[in-house]
């Protein structure tokens, strides 16, 4: 066993013949290339590993920006569903007569309570009224245009009747008001 030790020993010590600078720079370019590949492939797992990072944080911040809107905009349908609710309300009491209303006195008063609560709900969940007022100017991002008539004294674009009001929910358009608007032309206005 010592002799087997002894002579890789002196096998290590003593040069090869075989051994010539040209295998050395086979060698050398081998084990490039091989460090070039593992590069490479380090700067490709990088790459990828910089992308699923990149993806992971979209993917965060878009869950949170559709957990903001569903939270948000969530009940717009409901909110649409209730607003001819608050149009019938609004045209019942629009339509009481004096004499009506002494006649009648605790019912109207439950009405306009119920009304007051109504509007207090949509207030506290960010449903606006949209209520145009005869004169202002037409808005398209926010009225709904059903007729057109020339009426003395406005401007093409005017309001002249309001219908319906509107409703925004937050920032959102819920439904647009419903107006009339002048079609009289700028130069027959005085």
Known sequence: MAEAKKDVVDEMEQPDDEFTSEQTLDDLE??????????????????RFMRALADAENSRKRGERDRREAEQYGGSKLSRDILPVYDNMKRALDAVTDEQRE???????????????????FQKHGIERVAPQIGDRFDPQLHQAMFEAPVPNTKAGDIIQVMTEGFMLHDRLLRPAQVGVSSTPAWSAS
């Open 30 to 47: 081998a084990d490039f290339d091989e460090i070039e590949a593992l590069r490479n492939e380090r700067d490709e797992f990088r790459d």
């Open 103 to 121: 006649a009648s006195k605790a019912l109207i008063e439950g009405i306009e309570l119920t009304m007051r609560e109504l509007l207090n709900v």
